[in-house]
């Protein structure tokens, strides 16, 4: 039997420096990295920002994301380094609240700055190289055109590091898609926009709460610090006409229409933190995979945040990513079958993901269609957690449906 990772130790291949340069080290890239290099393959991760620089994100892990920290044996220094445990989530619509219990599985928000380093270094730890604050100026090709290798800025100049795949996880606005052209192969029509904050002494809220009204919505996601990220969001055209003007104006007014309770809660509590706002970006599905190149995470599929899914979907992409790289860097005669399987594992989830949300964030719905949106939402994750459990066992979804 031909044993794929043990044919591509002993470091890279003859006329490449690694085996695999990853271009972004948050969750999607540096879970990546972590993973091919527990594989045995020779990894470079670069990024342009520093180690543990902040991001703007929700925090909040869904069901598939903690199954795989706690496979990965991340999940422990996760807890360690203060992340509360969620053990309820509550969605509230027009006022009517539904709790669901996560006791028996409970669920994470931390900061990026925890996660994002956290593993980083766990990649490190395993033999990929890491190398932070280093731009990626371009993508070098073979006299083929596909992609192998990267143009990366260094304080010398710039240096051309070659490897036979790129895998880009440089988020939304992602340069390696960009350079390789990634096709849009699906779009949703509607996008959220948010204006969110960190909140310290909320009260008894160490759950995730998500409101929902007809033309707005809020939430609170408990993480690090004994902080609190909470937010407003609304439809992008909203938060251009009536929002961005004001932002912190914008936040309370949304809060009181929409959250009343959680409204008073902030008004009581410290904003410990500046505002952040998020224009929105209508969700899309690119191409996965192309001639020597590969998209993880938002990247390659970005599913508004509204989802609450974004950083559980990186890491599933790391997962799915990292094995089929084996077998196309393994068997080269296998590879177009091993990225066409990775796409297709990936859209069975995303495009329904991007159907389903687009109900939500269009914010001009009854709210039981909301509702069935959400319950449409749950069951894709369930389906998710099942996938990368190769089994039938359930992995906890936004909430029990």
């Known amino acids: 039997m031909f044993d794929r990772t043990a044919a591509l130790r ?18 999607g ?19 342009r920002a520093a180690r543990g620089a902040d991001t703007n994100s929700t ?5 598939p994301g903690v199954e795989l920290l706690g496979r990965w044996g991340l999940l422990d220094a996760v807890v360690a380094t203060g992340t509360p445990a969620i053990e309820e989530t509550t969605f509230t619509y027009d006022g009517e609240p539904l709790t669901f219990d996560l006791r028996d599985r409970p ?9 994002d380093p956290l593993l980083a ?16 100026r371009g993508l070098h090709r073979g006299p083929d055109g596909a992609v192998d290798g990267v143009v990366l800025q260094t304080r010398a100049g710039t240096e051309t590091v070659r490897a036979p795949l790129v895998v880009g996880a440089d988020g939304v606005r992602s340069f390696v898609a960009r350079q390789v052209e990634a096709e849009v192969t699906h779009r949703g029509a509607h996008a959220s926009a948010s204006v969110m904050a960190y909140y310290r002494g909320l009260g008894e809220m160490q759950q995730y709460h998500w409101y929902h009204g007809r033309h707005g919505a809020a939430g609170s996601i408990p993480t690090n610090d004994g902080l609190s990220m909470v937010f407003a969001a609304v439809s992008a055209a909203r938060f251009r006409s009536e929002i961005r003007a004001d932002v912190g104006a914008g936040f309370d007014a949304v809060l009181e229409e929409v959250a009343p309770d959680l409204a008073a809660r902030a008004r009581r509590a410290e904003r410990a933190s500046r505002w952040r706002s998020w ?40 997962q799915w990513c990292a094995d089929a790289a084996v077998d196309a860097l393994g068997r080269p005669d296998a590879a177009a079958d091993a990225w066409v399987a990775y796409e297709a594992s990936r859209d069975a989830i995303a495009v329904p ?25 749950s069951k894709l994750v369930s389906a998710e957690g099942r996938e990368l459990a190769g089994s039938g066992a359930e992995v906890a979804g936004i909430a029990a449906a």
Not at 29 to 46: F, I, K, N, P, S
Not at 126 to 134: D, E, I, K, L, Y
Not at 353 to 377: K, T
């Open 121 to 136: 270094d766990a990649a490190l730890l395993a033999g990929a190289r890491v190398r932070f604050q280093t731009p990626v």
């Open 279 to 318: 224009p929105g970006e209508r969700s899309f599905v690119r191409r996965a995979a192309g001639p020597g190149w590969v998209l993880v995470g938002d990247a390659g599929a970005y599913i508004d945040p509204m989802t609450a899914h974004g950083m559980s979907a990186a890491l599933r992409d790391a």
């Open 107 to 115: 669920l994470y928000a931390p900061r990026r700055s925890v996660l």
């Open 29 to 47: 890239g540096a879970a990546t990295a972590l993973q091919l290099a527990r594989r045995g393959l020779d990894v470079l991760l670069v990024d």
């Open 353 to 377: 993901m991007v159907d389903a949300i687009d109900e939500v964030v269009a914010f001009r719905h009854p709210l039981d269609r909301v509702q069935r949106a959400h319950i449409a939402l």
């Open 10 to 27: 002993g470091g890279a291949r003859p006329g490449y420096h690694h085996d695999v340069i990853v271009v972004g080290a948050r969750v």
């Open 59 to 63: 925090h909040a892990l869904l069901g």
